[in-house]
């Protein structure tokens, strides 16, 4: 059971270029979430879904996008790439609403120089 | 709405002695509390989770936590440090009502033989 998987793991991207974050998770969550961590600070929630079809925007939406046209794959896409955009970015999934955990992926650090 | 404050970004002890680390929370309605850690490199875990019914909890590797109500704390304990669990470690809280989880800014726990 291969659980939450990110591609790419390391990228290093130029001011301006385009990316997706790949992420897929094969436990039937209804619920995926993208965090990005910078260092010393806690997880900040990008984009969440709670459903095929379904997103919202998080704490820190811009500059990126997202798109859930299945149960499994939830993609991050950055559009013009800013070193702000320098992160770790974590992709997550849970089985529901409240007081379901949340399983994580092994994250993709990314600089954008 | 709802935040975390953890108190104390780095923490160090010797081996054998307790690890505390602290939590505290603050949510409009009644919270489910998460403590989370990660290894270098890798994505979160979950430790323990508080939901309903009794206040002290027990997770993973000897951990728990107890939750205080009236002092907005669900704070990280653990008898006795082992070098394995030196990592960082995440208090995190969602809402009843909310998908959505707030983590803290992370405690970075060192432990010295």
């Known amino acids: 059971n291969a659980g939450v998987t990110q591609t790419p793991k390391f990228r290093i991207l130029k001011i301006g270029q385009s990316m997706t974050l790949q992420c897929t998770q094969d436990?039937?969550?209804?619920?995926m979430y993208w965090y990005r961590q910078d260092p010393g600070m806690g997880l900040k929630l990008i984009y969440y879904?709670?459903?095929?079809?379904?997103?919202d925007k998080g704490e820190v939406p811009n500059g990126y996008n997202v798109s859930r046209s299945t149960t499994e794959d939830f993609p991050l896409r950055l559009e013009l790439a800013a070193p702000s955009q320098t992160s770790v970015y974590f992709c997550?999934?849970?089985?529901?609403?409240?007081?379901?955990?949340?399983?994580f992926g092994s994250g993709t650090q990314l600089s954008v120089l | 709405a709802q935040s975390v404050t953890q108190l104390g970004s780095h923490v160090s002890v010797s081996e054998g002695a307790l690890v505390l680390l602290r939590c505290n929370y603050s949510?409009?309605?009644?919270?489910?509390l998460f403590w989370y850690v990660q290894y270098p490199n890798q994505g979160l875990q979950l430790l323990l989770k508080?939901?309903?019914?009794?206040?002290l909890v027990k997770g993973i590797n000897g951990f728990e936590a107890e939750f205080k109500k009236s002092e907005t704390s669900f704070h990280l304990t653990k008898p006795s440090a082992h070098m394995s669990d030196a990592a960082e470690y995440f208090c995190?809280?969602?809402?009843?009502?909310?998908?959505?989880?707030?983590f803290g800014d992370g405690t970075t726990l060192t432990v010295k033989p």
């Open positions: 436990m039937n969550h209804n619920y």
């Open positions: 997550a999934s849970s089985q529901g609403w409240g007081n379901e955990k949340l399983f």
């Open positions: 879904s709670v459903g095929a079809g379904i997103t």
């Open positions: 508080y939901t309903t019914g009794a206040t």
């Open positions: 995190a809280v969602r809402g009843t009502n909310a998908g959505k989880s707030t």
């Open positions: 949510s409009s309605v009644p919270p489910y």
